[in-house]
């Protein structure tokens, strides 16, 4: 069945660096969209960032845009946030995501999702 795994969240100050990792299984992961989502407390879930399947498109919420990059190892079926100058409103459960899509602009449409790894950024 399709797994998607995701960790590297944790505690850091404002201003701080997190790196997330999200390993894909039973999906042929070179051939999908992955996105990352969040859910922060109290609000309904947000798109974030989405990579094409070759890495050589990427998509952003304005919110993050210049802080955060998405990338991907298709070698490793894995996906990648690096998440720098984190604010305290980055707060969130954050969620991987893969569509069978070559639509990377669109955050509608996927497919599978992981469990969630939680961000939490103190001011």
């Known amino acids: 069945q399709v797994q998607l795994v995701e960790s590297g969240g944790g505690l850091v100050q404002a201003g701080g660096s997190l790196r997330l990792s999200c390993a894909a299984s039973g999906i042929t992961f070179s051939s999908y969209t992955m996105a990352w989502f969040r859910r922060a407390p109290g609000k309904e879930r947000e798109f974030v960032a989405a990579?094409?399947?070759?890495?050589?498109?990427?998509s952003y919420v304005d919110s993050v845009k210049g802080r955060f990059t998405i990338y991907r190892d298709n070698a490793k079926n894995t996906v990648f946030m690096q998440m720098n100058s984190l604010r305290p409103e980055d707060t969130a459960v954050y969620y991987c995501?893969?569509?069978?899509?070559?639509?990377?602009?669109?955050?509608?449409?996927?497919?599978?999702w992981g469990q969630g790894t939680q961000g939490t950024v103190s001011s």
């Open positions: 995501a893969a569509k069978f899509s070559t639509t990377v602009a669109t955050p509608r449409g996927y497919e599978y």
């Open positions: 990579v094409s399947w070759s890495g050589g498109s990427t």
